[in-house]
């Protein structure tokens, strides 16, 4: 149960900088290629596949073909670690959740190297909004795995 709510809170916060871009899609993306993620209601049950948060990312700060080919790779080898951590039953729950950061907080700064100036200011106010959304999710109890906000109800 545990490692459940842990997966579903890392699943969040990467989702969190994909849905804003999802969401900004506009009607001509979407008839070539419509997005897995909507066959469940939107919901993730997973890390989001490499290649759909690439193109969302390429919208959004208008990558490069470069830059797409280097987010690609840095966002499959995130997907691995991620995987690999999932399956690794010799960490503690709090071990494994601090790794789980560490990789996406490398992740997001090897992304971030690859921006020019301008993409990196967009990609830091995108940041700031997903961290924004985390703050928000934390009060709530660490199994309302459900994706929707909970009310403070703790003191």
Avoid at 28 to 44: E, I, M, V
């Amino acid at each position: 149960m545990l490692k459940q709510s842990l997966l579903a809170l890392i699943a969040a916060g990467l989702i969190s900088v994909a849905a804003p871009l999802a969401g900004a899609q506009d009607n001509s993306s979407n008839s070539q290629q419509s997005p897995p993620a909507q066959d469940n209601g939107g919901r993730h049950h997973g890390p989001p596949d490499p290649a759909q948060r690439t193109a969302e990312l390429t919208k959004h700060l208008q990558l490069t073909p470069d830059q797409q080919a280097k987010v690609m790779d840095a966002l499959q080898s995130e997907r691995s670690q991620m995987e690999s951590l999932h399956h690794d039953t010799s960490l503690s729950q709090e071990d494994r959740h601090a790794k789980m950061r560490e990789i996406r907080k490398n992740t997001d700064a090897q992304i971030r190297g690859l921006l020019d100036s301008t993409q990196q200011k967009k990609w830091d106010e995108m940041q700031a909004r997903r961290e924004e959304r985390m703050q928000n999710r934390r009060p709530g109890p660490p199994d309302a795995g459900s994706g929707q906000q909970s009310p403070p109800s703790q003191q």
